[in-house]
């Protein structure tokens, strides 16, 4: 089982896999929740990188995770 590097959810943009990661999901749900419009991310060409305090904020708000 490989490793989550602390630092690596720290950073303002995290790509797909760390965002699964961060939140304890898979990747497919991430991509649920981008269609739905309840993530942050930008997208250049093939390249999809999230903003993860905008997306901790949205999440919030939904309710989809909790404030610790």
Same mark, same amino acid.
């Given at each position: *089982?490989?490793?989550?590097?602390?630092?690596? $959810?720290? @950073? @303002?943009?995290?790509?797909?896999? $760390?965002?699964?990661?961060?939140? !304890?999901?898979?990747? @497919?749900?991430?991509?649920?929740? *981008? !269609?739905?419009?309840?993530?942050?991310?930008?997208?250049?060409?093939?390249?999809?990188?999230?903003?993860?305090?905008?997306?901790?904020?949205?999440?919030?708000?939904? !309710?989809?995770?909790?404030?610790?």
């Amino acid at each position: *089982m490989e490793t989550i590097d602390p630092l690596q $959810t720290r @950073r @303002r943009f995290a790509d797909k896999k $760390t965002l699964a990661e961060h939140y !304890g999901v898979s990747q @497919r749900t991430i991509t649920n929740w *981008m !269609g739905a419009g309840l993530l942050v991310f930008i997208k250049v060409r093939r390249v999809v990188r999230f903003e993860v305090s905008a997306c901790d904020d949205a999440l919030l708000e939904y !309710g989809f995770i909790k404030r610790v």
